[in-house]
């Protein structure tokens, strides 16, 4: 039986990759080795982005939050924690929102969370 190399496979594989990281600086876009390591290191970078990414925003969220509460006489834990009493069940995503949007909105909001303590 004749023996199959695969070229054909193979440069299509290779091929494959070099397109993914083309873009990429110097030999990274060029060398197959090279280029599957920056593509598999940049797949974990992506991975990563994607967790950190809803950390960073709540955490924008809170420091909005934080500063409007201040504003009103009241700091950021003991807001959210008349809020709970109060029954109110905003996400900090939405409070943020009324943080910067509606400043009246979350006045309201502070005086109810007073109330509740």
């Not at 974990?44 to 006489?73: P, Q």
Request: charged share 30%.
């Amino acid at each position: 039986m004749a023996r199959v190399k695969g070229a054909m496979m193979t440069r299509k594989r290779r091929n494959k990759v070099l397109k993914a990281a083309k873009g990429y600086w110097g030999a990274k876009s060029k060398h197959f080795k090279m280029a599957k390591e920056a593509i598999m290191k940049s797949g974990n970078y992506a991975f990563a982005g994607r967790k950190m990414k809803k950390r960073d925003f709540r955490s924008l969220w809170i420091t909005r939050i934080s500063a409007e509460a201040k504003v009103n006489g009241m700091n950021y834990s003991t807001f959210m924690h008349g809020l709970k009493k109060a029954g109110v069940e905003l996400n900090r995503k939405m409070l943020s929102e009324l943080a910067v949007a509606d400043k009246a909105a979350f006045a309201a909001l502070v005086e109810t969370a007073k109330a509740a303590l």
